[in-house]
């Protein structure tokens, strides 16, 4: 079947409304001359609609006067109907040449250049000495040596491990990994301070000296533990000579010494999350719907590659991305193309009990209290979860809760010692 219809599209076929009384009739004339046709449909009474070949036109007009019948021509398909329409319309074989040859010209050149892996390296950098290389917007891509690319970078860039150029259609892609270096911490003098606020639950000094103990209350900055130890003291005894039984005097024996601090102190540490929801709620919120279209604008004429032209939704948000060419040699190409994503919004309104207000005002609580704690640096137990809903002064539509995460964490931050 596949065959056939290639061949009736490669030779030319047409569409053939017949009027008549006598259809059968001329439908088994033409069956028994061998001029074979299909997709036969009857649309009226006396009136059917078929295809057949362009070369059995000829022989149907014989049968149509025969038969008693008149046809008329619905449709021509097929290529020579179509080279035929072309041979009229040479401007625009022009254009769809001049066409490809412009886009062939511009997919000759490198118009974007990715850069990944850079962390601590500049891309200016990178995009400089790739420049030097031969590598930079507008460069033609077979005139790009990719090895020495490659080269240069790793030659000027000695924190560089490894470094690998890919070019695929208009897009540069470099891929670069940095050496990891490892910086030997140096053991300076420092304090061990309170990184937040709480209550002090356990302290266990490793090296310095402990300036607050369990249960006390310290704020953010506040030292505890001390990087400077006092030197220990000695007892003084009277000079030979000189009696009467003076106090004896403490001195230091030593100057104080500068140590790093080391050492765990634990406290109890409240966070805090507040959530409120309203027993009468209205707004506009997103369906889920989306539909999506790209245009490309040349000057003050605009082009819709894909999507609809109008917009299938009543009420929706837009978002949309703009890109243009980059400017090569001064030279700027007035062209734009537009990507959009339209999502559908609808008028929404909720009316909750007081119970449903109330639970869902808590978990809205937990959840921004639970979120705080995710900051907290090394291990940490949850002691208590707890919420309180605000009691308003005067009745309101709205329902607050206030929830209480207790942490017993490591609060201790490491301070150089000034």
């Known amino acids: 079947m596949f065959l056939f219809r290639l061949l009736s599209f490669i030779f030319g076929y047409v569409n053939i409304l017949i009027r008549g009384e006598s259809l059968e009739k001329f439908l088994n004339m033409a069956a028994s001359r061998g001029i074979f046709l299909w997709d036969i449909k009857r649309i009226g009474q006396n009136e059917i609609l078929v295809k057949t070949r362009l070369s059995a036109v000829k022989p149907l007009r014989h049968i149509g006067r025969n038969s ?23 401007s625009v074989i022009f254009g769809a040449m001049f066409f490809l040859f412009g886009l062939y010209v511009l997919s000759s050149f490198i118009w974007f250049i990715d850069i990944k892996g850079n962390h ?13 290389a031969g590598l930079k917007v507008g460069s033609v891509k077979f005139r790009v040596d990719q090895d020495r690319v490659e080269k240069l970078i790793r030659e000027r860039m000695p924190e560089v491990s490894y470094v690998g150029v890919d070019i695929n259609g208009t897009r540069a892609t470099i891929e670069i990994a940095e050496k990891i270096i490892i910086k030997k911490k140096e053991s300076q003098p420092s304090n061990v301070v309170a990184r937040k606020a709480g209550l002090i ?17 310290v704020v953010p900055g506040q030292l505890l533990i001390s990087g400077v130890i006092p030197p220990p003291e000695t007892l003084n005894q009277d000079p030979p ?40 709620e209205e707004g506009s919120r997103e369906t889920g719907s989306l539909f999506s279209r790209v245009r490309i604008k040349i000057g003050d004429k605009e082009i819709i590659l894909s999507g609809a032209q109008n917009i ?8 949309s991305s703009i890109k243009r060419p980059p400017v090569w040699r001064n030279l700027s190409i007035p062209v734009e193309f537009i990507s959009e994503e ?11 009990s007081r119970s449903e207000a109330l639970e869902l005002a808590r978990k ?11 900051n907290i640096e090394g291990e940490y137990h949850v002691l208590d979860e707890k919420t309180t809903e605000v009691s308003p002064k005067n009745p309101e539509n709205i329902v607050r809760v206030r929830a209480y995460i207790e942490t017993l964490e490591d609060i201790g931050l490491e301070k150089p010692l000034k």
């Open 342 to 352: 339209y999502h559908e919004v609808e008028k929404y309104r909720i009316q909750r």
């Open 241 to 280: 000579g000189i009696s009467g039984g003076e106090t004896a005097r403490r001195a230091p024996a030593y100057p104080p010494t500068c140590v790093r601090a080391r050492g765990v102190v634990r406290a109890r540490v409240w966070y805090e999350g507040y959530g409120e929801v309203p027993l009468q």
């Open 364 to 374: 809205k609580s937990l959840e921004l209290a639970r979120s705080n704690t995710k």
């Open 312 to 319: 299938p939704f009543n009420n929706y948000r837009i978002e």
């Open 68 to 90: 008693k019948t008149r046809f008329n021509f619905k449709g021509r398909e097929g290529l020579p109907f179509m080279i035929h329409r072309i041979r009229k319309r040479k």
């Open 201 to 217: 639950k356990e302290v266990l000094v490793l090296v310095g000296d402990p300036a607050v103990k369990e249960g006390d209350t």
């Open 120 to 132: 601590d390296l500049s891309r200016e950098d990178i995009l400089r000495i790739t420049g030097e």
